[in-house]
């Protein structure tokens, strides 16, 4: 079965500095996503970053970006400037392709604080 | 705008009673979630639905049940025999194999 760690349940970052989060994956298949999402306060699911196993180059999205090791099965993301909005939890999520259910495992999170 | 919808905000049950949180897709997707968050937790899979008419047990099953009659509905009862029901409720869609998954706003559900 596959499995998610987030090993760092918390995690502190100075503004506008950077900060990475880590996570780690196992599974069998060959195919598959994964994906970081943000739930501030509000607790709304946003969906962060997403990267195909597939593509080699790591994916990105303005300050965020990540950090894809197929080989050693790890998917770190990293916060660039960081800003106070972006205090929150963060949740590395798996979803694989070819095993023909529509699951996504979800690791514990990290709670990202943020200091001015 | 396309989106997904979840009713209440907040829910309150009494012992012994049945209650049904409403979760809304007009994004045409085909699969449809129900997660539990508890404080300070992280998410667990409750049931999922690929199609219509067909859903699955995921890892926290018991006291709970479902029903997918319409592909734009996944409503989720939440029935007396789930004993310790508070907990934040998030519903989700995705449109198919390997898809982004998008969360609706959730319900938070109290005992009274």
């Known amino acids: 079965a596959q499995t998610v760690t987030q090993s760092q349940p918390e995690m502190s970052v100075q503004e506008a500095e950077t900060v990475t989060l880590s996570c780690t994956y196992d599974t069998s298949e060959s195919d598959y996503y994964l994906f970081w999402y943000k739930q501030p306060p509000s607790r709304q699911m946003i969906l962060v970053i997403r990267q195909e196993a597939y593509k080699q180059q790591n994916a990105t999205e303005n300050r965020f970006s990540v950090n894809f090791q197929k080989a050693a099965k790890s998917f770190s993301l990293k916060i660039s400037d960081s800003q106070l909005g972006d205090a929150a939890m963060y949740f590395c999520?798996?979803?694989?392709?070819?095993?023909?259910?529509?699951?996504?495992?979800f690791g514990t999170g990290t709670r990202l604080k943020v200091l001015a | 705008d396309g989106g997904i919808t979840q009713s209440p905000k907040y829910l309150f049950r009494k012992e012994g009673q049945n209650v049904t949180l409403s979760c809304e897709q007009n994004l045409n997707h085909d699969a449809m979630y129900w997660y539990r968050q508890d404080p300070g937790q992280g998410l667990r899979l409750i049931y999922y639905s690929q199609i219509v008419n067909d859903f699955q047990k995921g890892d926290i099953a018991e006291g709970y049940s479902v029903s997918r009659e319409k592909k734009e509905s996944f409503p989720l009862t939440v029935t007396s025999a789930q004993k310790n029901p508070t907990a934040f409720y998030l519903c989700?869609?995705?449109?198919?194999?390997?898809?982004?998954?998008?969360f609706g706003p959730g319900t938070r559900l109290l005992v009274l």
């Open positions: 999520a798996y979803r694989g392709i070819n095993s023909g259910t529509y699951k996504y495992i």
């Open positions: 989700a869609s995705s449109p198919g194999r390997g898809e982004t998954q998008y």
